[in-house]
């Protein structure tokens, strides 16, 4: 499917397809849980980052579903098409952002996704302990969404976050690579 085409599915899905609730609030709440982390985990920022990626699988394969069921949309024909119905679609219609699918290698395994807007960050100063502008990733729960859902539909990826304005550098970039394809695989001993 064409760039123009998944953007303008991602247009009309959050139009007419998807409940809305107010940004301030899903930005408020996820910052509550960044910070019961962060007291629960005594800033162990690592273990918070984790904790992130965790909530954001599980959230990520649960989430594919309402993907498909709302957007419409078919298996991707291969990664680079994967990459811009995340962006366009996707993340269109749960945030109503678009990041910039960029930064290709030339095996067309691994991209970046710039964030010129983050709703999560919003209102938001991280710790001023020392340590969590090097060490806390506070919109972990991307990657692991992202993980989650890609899955779903037989994608092994790995996710993390290059960049952060949070963290004073001058754009977010997460940095998504394709591990490999996962094939459908019979339980042992099922004819």
Not at 61 to 86: P, Y
Request: charged share 25%; aromatic share 10%; with cysteine.
């Amino acid at each position: 499917m064409a760039s123009s085409k998944i953007a303008r599915v991602g247009e009309e899905v959050w139009k007419t397809h998807v409940d809305k609730v107010n940004a301030e609030l899903v930005t408020l709440t996820y910052g509550t849980i960044v910070a019961q982390l962060c007291s629960d985990y005594e800033n162990k920022y690592e273990e918070v980052n984790k904790q992130l990626d965790k909530m954001g699988y599980n959230i990520g394969v649960r989430l594919v579903e309402d993907f498909f069921a709302k957007s419409g949309s078919q298996r991707c024909a291969n990664f680079k098409e994967t990459a811009e119905t995340i962006s366009k679609i996707g993340f269109k219609m749960f945030l109503n952002i678009t990041p910039v699918v960029t930064n290709w290698t030339t095996d067309s395994k691994q991209f970046s996704l710039i964030f010129e807007e983050n709703p999560f960050a919003d209102f938001v100063e991280l710790p001023d302990d020392g340590r969590a502008q090097d060490e806390l990733w506070y919109s972990n729960i991307f990657c692991g969404i992202l993980r989650g859902a890609l899955e779903m539909v037989q994608m092994q990826v790995e996710a993390h976050f290059i960049s952060d304005i949070l963290r004073g550098d001058d754009i977010t970039e997460m940095r998504i690579s394709l591990l490999r394809y996962i094939e459908d695989e019979m339980p042992p001993n099922d004819e």
